[in-house]
């Protein structure tokens, strides 16, 4: 069992294997649309940017992994089981799909009660996560009324009810303002730092550049790069090229 | 399980309450609109039945409505067991028909009682109330099937109303007799209705609903384990 302090942080050390993402020959097809290609990589601990222009799989990719989208070949793994075989999957991976996923009319706190119920997990968790998001002012209001910035917030607040060793976040930055950015970079920092996995999906390369230690690039459905962000220099330039970009 | 979760999601939506008051208008309406003209109680408490039409439409809702506001990714996230999201969806709406049913009852016999003017005759009365209340629990259950099958939740809504002001009508004059055994037909039997010796007996009325129940939850279940979330 890692140790409070361990140096690989709290989600270090022999659970790493538990939590190591793996996908494998993974493609879907939508109709005539070949929206991911025979995908295979591993992701660590640590943030992974999951790189592509708009379109090139990302969030397919995804979801295939989450159990939403079911693939047509090919298989996505966390520990080397399904996302639907974890006994409590949101005790294992956390995800922030987008910034929808509210009833209008629930307050936030309503939504997080009802989603930690679902998901076998305790209600004492609900102003926990509310503080590690910032959110706890709004927690009574009907999301109906949040903003953009609030609901990434509410969402990534759902994704930490399970505090799971893994986080999977599609665009998150999406509607945060500059300080809200900051915010959440440090949230990330602080994540990475506890031994977690982390990967954040974007098409804004800046945003991942400052944060990631490893990128994954797709295009096309395919993948085109999975390496230490190091290797690939200046990452725009690097990125263009790879994703049929110019330059 | 969740169950608890289901039904935290039921009243947490405050159009649900909204449909539960509206169907008690609706009820003292109906009562009063057959006193009104004629001395007939049986007839005016059956319309404990019609709002039935209103716990169809909370099961279709409670069901699509997670595809239309997206919260369908969280549940399935929580639950990836999709049978089991269904068969919660269905313990929790079962009762809440038995809910809109039950008071939808109390509402029709202070109705009555208002235009009798003294104590309605629970056990002539009787019958029919119960015949009103489990038509309110199979049609919420059936609304959830619909709503696992057709998860736009507009489409859904238009095509449960479409078949019962309309479709089941002209199916049942295509096929005759048999049209005694379509969902709304046998709802009517449940409340005694037509009153006449051909209908289906209560009993057998509710059994066959019950039916229908679980063949559009089996539908809906497969429905919804197939249906890629994107």
Known sequence: MPRAGDSAGRFGGDSRAMTDVVFSGLSKQFGAVSAVRNLTCALTPGVTGFLGPNGAGKTTTLRMLLGLVGPTAGTATIGGRRYADLPYPRRVVGALLDATGFHPGRTGRQHLVISAAQSGLSASRVPAVLDQVELGDAADRRVRGYSLGMRQRLGLATALLGDPPVLILDEPGNGLDPSGMAWLRRLLRSMVTEGRTVVISSHVLAEVGQIADRVVIVDAGELRFAGPLADLGELETAFLRLTDGVR | ?230
Request: without cysteine; hydrophobic residues 60%; glycine residues 12%.
């Open chain 2, 1 to 230: 399980m969740s169950v608890p979760a289901e039904a935290r999601k039921l009243v947490t939506v405050r159009g649900n309450w909204l449909l539960l008051a509206i169907a008690q208008l609706v009820v003292v309406a109906g009562v009063s609109g057959v006193l009104s003209r004629r001395d007939d109680q049986r007839a005016a408490v059956a319309h404990v039945g019609l709002v039935s039409l209103f716990s169809l439409l909370l099961g279709v809702v409670a069901m699509a409505g997670e595809y239309r506001h997206r919260t369908i990714t969280d549940t399935f996230l929580a639950v990836p067991a999709r049978r089991r999201v269904v068969l919660a969806k269905l313990a929790v709406l079962a009762p809440a028909g038995l809910v809109f049913g039950a008071s939808a009852s109390v509402t029709a016999l202070t109705a009555d009682a208002i235009w009798v003017g003294g104590r309605p005759d629970l056990g002539a009365l009787g019958p029919t109330l119960a015949g009103g209340i489990v038509w309110n629990v199979v049609f919420a259950a059936l609304g959830v099937g619909v709503g696992a099958v057709i998860t736009n939740v507009g489409a859904a809504v238009a095509a449960a109303l479409a078949w019962l002001a309309l479709v089941e009508g002209v199916v049942a004059q295509l096929i005759g007799d048999a049209g005694r055994w379509l969902p709304f037909a046998l709802g009517e039997a449940l409340v005694g209705l037509p009153n006449n010796a051909d209908r289906v007996t209560p009993w057998l009325a509710g059994l066959v609903l019950a039916g229908y129940a679980v063949v559009f939850a089996a539908v809906g279940v497969a429905s919804a384990v197939r249906r890629d979330v994107t």
